[in-house]
């Protein structure tokens, strides 16, 4: 499924000097840069790869960093969507990407003494310590001073900074740290085999285990050559699509919460519980954690075929009649409605994933474009609109939910066809010696997931999650400036981030 | 209007938990349960030790001994070994003592074996008996106090973002801790109980202590989820402490990759003595103390007692 990936056709090699304007290039000539990675060559070197998205591929291209050389020409002056990639890049390998135009630490503020982490090099690291004291505020002038909102937000959230500075009202001006999360993840994966490798995948971005999971098993299966039944696709999809019906419904809630629609509020975090608890009957585990494995899928939903579509269709007419009457509800849809505009010029330019690229007119979907598990035997609909503000994105979200529905019931009709696989095997077997590197993805209901994930004999030596997330929150700051201080919760709702899947 | 009947229609969702005992509770794997098999089939059981991807699982002399605290309930040791191992469907698996999640097949009901509380040479956590009974009493008269009106304080000190779903679930209608006079806060200075998940990161160690200190006396620590508890697949990374135990003072300790929203509210209940008396609902069957002490050099091990 993924034989573009690993295909040396579809990637190419250049002179360090020349990697900033070939990935420019090719960005204006219409292909999406999905990110830009570092792998440690050794001895010493780093190799730098951009890949890029076109239509049923996603290309690479390749510059070396040799040993002994702490620079290389910045990619973000002519690709502004590379920032922080070069910034995250800059903190964990020590390489200064010159003329980048704010190249302040994002990841990890490290002491002055304290060697970069390099993931993938597989040098030994002491205990990390940081500095967390409070950012200085950048706006001075009469009447304007700073929020500093967290790390400890209020209320149950994940730890984000945020500095909002303002004259009283409007926020012309929001800065982020998301680096206190930080948990160096990408080192922890190194060493371990791909079985324990998925269990890692699953902790990257805790609400999108599935995806994650999927993305790395992808990655390991197309090192190892390995198909995986059709049977374990389907229960891929399947868990997938339940996934995203819960992070959409709790985007939904949050905004519901955020306008004080109390009933709303309380109907939509019932029906969330719902879906989480349809999940673990499938699975014993609300999260779907231990469905996803590398070869396949650990067994059969644990419903029987009819008990799964009725639970489906249940939940479908419930969340129809409250989601219908939510999207007519006047005093709501007045707070979300140009609200956090993201022009669709900015969200092509920048690549913008998942639901917040669908709601600024970018239509692509990897369920689609690059089809994985069993997305090409389902009846996929897609949605986008081009309003780009929190309303459109909640429009996409609530239009997700049910085809998502649909997508899972039709996955249970095709397992309850399909039947056992050949020998009852639900997971085809990995070499436990396999050698190579490849990348794979999922949609995760952020976005796009990318894994780049290379293996030595059978153990991880470098595995790179690249999340929606992390893609999709440099854009955060660039939804605010017509906006006043009431209105960040519904932005920060509508962009449906996982604090997790930034850090790191 | 027309969201007044909508919210009326569907009657009470609301739980009875801990009142009464919850079906749901039982319905999933909390954590793994060791079964009582003879010490025989335990000796060839290295191979289960090998396969934990978080060494939960230890061979002992006589037998299995298995940390909850750092079980991440993958359940690959179940699958190998069903002889030794099972998924155990329970829900009340947080502990007031770290020792207390660490469970053994070895000889049963020797309580006699284990070293008082802080004697020398004591197994650092585990606890017999009379010292939890102890340690019960004296969280009881902390928190004697708060019992109608507990404030709680959530930080994320490096979670997964799983386990603020969780927590956050507590507040829909099927958990309603409001109903239970427990409420969550913005405000450090408001708070009764610190609720903390991650695996603490070298970011959050800052922020985390000023949250403590900003805390009025009494206040009562919970770790929540196995990051919290022993940094679970994290411990022993550059960005991260093995888990909460070594910066604050940790009262009450909850398992789970995430713990489920009843183990979360068992475990709040738990720290302010609010659980009824009479036991064994949604109960974890396997809960004697440890006899074995805890590796050597694991931090999270020696914060049994609260401060």
Redesign the interface.
Known sequence: MSDLSSDGATSRELPLEDLAAAIGAAVRGGMRFAGLFAIPEPPGGTRLRAMLAEPGGLPSIDALVPPGHHSYPAITPSVPAAAWYEREIRDLYGLHPSDHPRPDPLV?PRPADYPP?RPGAGEA??????D??PLPAHLVGPGVFTIAYG??R??????VEYLVETPGEEIPHLRSRV???????E??FEG?PP??GV??AE?????A?VAHATAFCQAVEDIAGVSIPRQAALVRSLHGELERVANHL?SVLRHTEAAG?A??Y??M??H??RV??LR??LC????G??VVLPGGVSGPPLLRPGELEGAIGELEGALR??LE?LMS?PSFLDRLRGTGVIRVEKAAAHGALGPVGRGSGQAEDVRRSRPYAAYAELPLRTHHRDEGDVLARQHVRVEEIFSALDLARHAAWALEDAGEPPDGAWASPVDPEASGESTGWAEAPQGEVLYLVRLHQGRLSRAKPRSASFHNFALFPDAFPKDILTDFAFIEASFGI????VAG | MPWISRGLRGGILTSRYPAQADGYGERWAGTIRLRHAGGGEARDSTGLAVACPTQAIAVTGDGLELDRGRCVVCGRCVTLRPDLVELDHATEVGSLARGDLVVSTGEQGDEDACAPLGAPGAAPGSLPGDDLARLRASLELRTRALRRSVHVRHVDAGSDGSEEWEIAALTNPVYDVQRLGIFFTASPKHADVLLVTGAATAGMIGPLRQTYEAMPSPKVVIAAGTDAVSGGLLAGGYATDGGIGSILPVDVWIPGSPPSPFSLLHGILLAVCLLPAAPGRNRSHDTRPALVPHQPGDPSATQGSPS
Not at chain 1, 154 to 159: A, L, N, P, R, Y
Not at chain 1, 203 to 207: C, F, K, P, T, W
Not at chain 1, 284 to 287: C, D, L, P, Q
Request: without cysteine; glycine residues 8%; hydrophobic residues 30%.
């Open positions: 990890l982490p690291l002491p205990p990390l310590t940081v967390s004291s790390p400890v209020s209320g149950v959230f994940e730890s680096y206190h999360k930080h948990r160096g993840m080192r922890r371990m079985e324990d269990l890692m902790r990257a971005e805790g609400v285990s709790d629609q009933v709303a309380s109907r975090s019932y969330k519980e989480m608890r673990a009957d014993s585990h609300r999260f954690r231990g009649r409250d009457l509800t996982s604090i997790a899947g």
